[in-house]
Structures are given as C-alpha cells and as structure tokens.
Nanobody, 126 residues
Framework: QVRVVESGGGLVHAGGSLRLSCAAS?????????RDWHRQAPGKEREVVAH???????KYADSVKGRFTISRDNAQNTAYLQMNGLKPEVPAVYSC???????????????????WGQGTQVTVST
C-alpha cells in the first residue's frame, strides 16, 4: 500500500520560512508522475498552491508566486515546498496529492493511481 506523509508544518512568525516535505513510499510503488500541494483554511475550499510534473514543470498560485518553491528528489520519492515570506493568515492545512503508478496484482501490471497525504498545519503569527 502506498503511503503519502507530509511533515514540516508548525508555527512561524510573519516573514519567516518553513519547508514542507511530502514523502511517498510503498512496496509496489513504481514511479511518481506529479505532485500538488494544496491548502485549506477553515470554511474555505481546498486550493492548489503549487504543482510539479514528472519533468519538473512547475506552477504556482498567484498568491504565492515569488515566495513559494516546489521541488522534488526523485531518488527519495520526496517533494518539498519551500515557503518564504510567510504572511499572517488564517491557519491552514497543507496537503500533498501524489499521482503515481503502482503494481496491481489483480491485473498483473502497473496502473495509475493517486493518493492524498494526511496534511500538516501551518500557522503564521503576527
């Protein structure tokens, strides 16, 4: 079974930085095609913050351009979200969404799939 685990969230002062990690693992995990970082504040819809494709093409929400950077370490199946210049906003949960290929025994071949991580909360104090 594939696991997606985020880490690195916490409390930081305005203007500070945090680096979030998104690690994927599993016995039958073949490859990771793309990853998204999403965030969701109370009472708000979940929104895409950053995206990175299998060929390292990146996209960002306008609200974080110039401050956030998404990257990946293919050898470790880990993606990162470097967050600089954090603003005092409502605390939000950041979640990692991973698209990947996994071996399916019922099919006898690899198939595409996707999974959410459990999320990690980020709080920026004034």
């Amino acid at each position: 079974q594939v696991r997606v685990v985020e880490s690195g969230g916490g409390l930081v002062h305005a203007g500070g930085s945090l680096r979030l990690s998104c690690a994927a693992s599993g016995s039958f995990l073949k490859s990771i095609d793309a990853r998204d970082w999403h965030r969701q504040a109370p009472g708000k819809e979940r929104e895409v913050v950053a995206h990175i494709s299998s060929d390292d093409d990146t996209k960002y929400a306008d609200s974080v351009k110039g401050r956030f950077t998404i990257s990946r370490d293919n050898a470790q199946n880990t993606a990162y979200l470097q967050m600089n210049g954090l603003k005092p906003e409502v605390p939000a949960v950041y979640s990692c969404y991973v698209a990947y290929s996994i071996f399916a025994e019922d099919v006898g071949d690899f198939r595409p799939s996707a999974r959410w991580g459990q999320g990690t909360q980020v709080t920026v104090s004034t």
